[in-house]
Structures are given as structure tokens and as C-alpha cells.
């Protein structure tokens, strides 16, 4: 059993249980320190020492189906949803963190193992000034893609005006760790192509890239789970994606995030696999 505290003061409690094969932790805030946004600390304190001191594989945690702000308190730490199971007469979910991931967090903010999921990063709208810089990751991207015989983009593809236009509606962003970019995405309100008739029900993901320089370090998944809290914030209840159908690796990189495949579509020299995933109320 451990303790939480913030500025001296204790506000809450954690410990560690087995679980079949693993190492289940759960955490409780006391009352006083409800709704003051210290979930995530607490959560951040107990992997951090569980993964120290116990040295396990890896970490689970399970949450009430119906606890979509516990559940979203364990995506911002870095875990996975895997599956639900029926325990204590309710439908729950088991997340899972493991030391492999737990380690490419704590790199990547440079913390040797005390790491937070928004430390270094920031994410905003990219502006006119910003295209070239935009441009310049995805085109790294691309020739990454093709130097692994990859058909996802190709180099000299990307339409400078298109994004020009994304960036006019607000819907593109820039990444940056430590002042310098790092990554980039699109969030759109619609996508006809791909969606076509969808309700106003969603945010819709494109043109996820992250410089080579930060491959490995978990920079991609921070950029995903971003995505889902801006479209959660925004009131959207999922939120969508394609990736290329024949992309194996793609696929289980997005269904190891919690998206659900919802099938195929077909263009005249192109396949994309349609993923969404529910992240709002």
C-alpha cells in the first residue's frame, strides 16, 4: 500500500493485487480531493512505483464499464483497453500498461521512469506559416513508408493547398516537444469519402505524422489519445479513421488502441480499412 501526496498534503491511497498472470494496481482519492483533475497524478504516482519496485511485466487496471472518466483517466496514462470481463455483478474493462511502454513514456520525457503524459509536448492548430513544417514531416513519413515498401503516402504527393485549406478551417495541428516540431495531424468534422451520410457524431483523423527522430518514443500514441480527448471536449462521441487495408501492422496499431474495425472500402487503386472508436458520452 501506498500513498499520494501533493505539496505535502496526502490526498488519496494505491496498492498492488494479482491478477491471473499479472499485476493489477487500483488507487482511491479521498472525497476532499474529488473533481480537482488529481486522477491522473495519482494514477502517474502508482505505475510509477509499481514499475520500480515490483518490477513486473507489466500492469493492469479495471474500471466499471460504465466509468468513462475512470477510463479515460487510464488512456491519458498510456493504457491499452484489451477486453472487457464481468466481475463484482457488473460489466467491466482491464487496461494494461507494459514496462516496455511504461520505459518508451518515461524516455520520451526524459524522467528515467517518473514520466507524464503531457510533459515536453505541446499540440495547437497549425497556421500559414506552419505548412512547410507540416509538409516537411509528412514527406518524411512518406519516404520512411516507401523505404519499407510501404504504399500508405508517397513522396511529392501531398497537395500544399489542401492542407493550406485544412489549416483556414482550423483542423490542422502541429506538435511540438520541447519548442521544436515534432508531429503533426489532421482532426475534420466530416470526411464524405470515407464516411459518407455520418451523423454529426464524430472527429475524423488523417494525415497522423511524427518526425523519424521521435519513432520509438511514444510520440504517435500521445498524438491518438490527444485526438480522442479533443474530440470527446468538442461533444463528438466517436472518433474515426482509415488506414490502408493491407497494412497489417497499421491495423493491430489501431486496434491494440481501442478502435473497432467497421469494414472495407474499395477506390479504383486503393483499399482503406475504416476504424472508429467511442470516446465521448
Request: charged share 25%; with cysteine.
Amino acid at each position: 500500500m501506498g500513498c499520494v501526496a501533493i505539496s505535502a498534503s496526502l490526498i488519496g491511497l494505491y496498492g498492488f493485487s494479482p491478477f491471473e498472470a499479472d499485476i493489477e494496481v487500483s488507487y482511491k482519492l479521498f472525497p476532499l480531493y474529488w473533481g480537482r483533475g488529481l486522477a491522473t497524478e495519482a494514477g502517474l504516482a502508482s505505475l510509477d512505483d509499481g514499475f520500480r519496485t515490483l518490477a513486473p511485466g507489466r500492469i493492469v487496471a479495471i474500471t466499471q464499464e460504465a466509468n468513462r472518466s475512470s477510463q479515460r483517466v487510464l488512456e491519458k496514462l498510456g493504457m491499452r483497453h484489451e477486453r472487457g470481463l464481468r466481475m463484482w455483478d457488473a460489466d467491466q474493462r482491464l487496461y494494461a500498461l507494459t514496462r516496455v511502454e511504461w520505459l518508451d513514456l518515461s524516455r520520451e520525457h526524459g524522467n528515467d521512469g517518473a514520466h507524464s503524459p503531457s510533459a515536453g509536448i505541446s499540440i495547437g492548430r497549425a497556421g500559414p506559416t506552419d505548412l512547410d513544417t507540416v509538409l516537411g514531416i509528412l514527406e518524411d513519413a512518406a519516404r520512411w513508408l516507401t523505404s519499407r515498401g510501404i504504399d500508405q503516402w508517397r513522396p511529392g504527393s501531398f497537395d500544399r493547398r489542401a492542407l493550406a485549406d485544412r489549416a483556414g478551417r482550423g483542423e490542422l495541428y502541429l506538435a511540438r516537444v520541447d519548442g521544436r516540431p515534432a508531429g503533426t495531424l489532421t482532426l475534420q468534422t466530416s470526411d464524405p469519402l470515407f464516411w459518407p451520410g455520418a451523423p454529426d457524431d464524430a472527429r475524423y483523423l488523417h494525415k497522423l505524422a511524427v518526425r523519424r527522430v521521435h519513432a520509438g518514443q511514444g510520440l504517435g500514441r500521445r498524438l491518438l489519445q490527444w485526438a480522442e480527448e479533443a474530440t470527446a471536449a468538442a461533444g463528438k462521441r466517436y472518433l474515426r479513421l482509415d488506414c490502408m487495408a493491407e497494412s497489417v501492422a497499421l491495423r493491430a496499431y489501431y486496434e491494440a488502441a481501442g478502435f473497432a474495425h467497421r469494414g472495407d472500402k474499395y477506390g479504383k487503386d486503393w483499399s482503406a480499412s475504416l476504424y472508429e472508436k467511442i470516446v465521448g458520452g
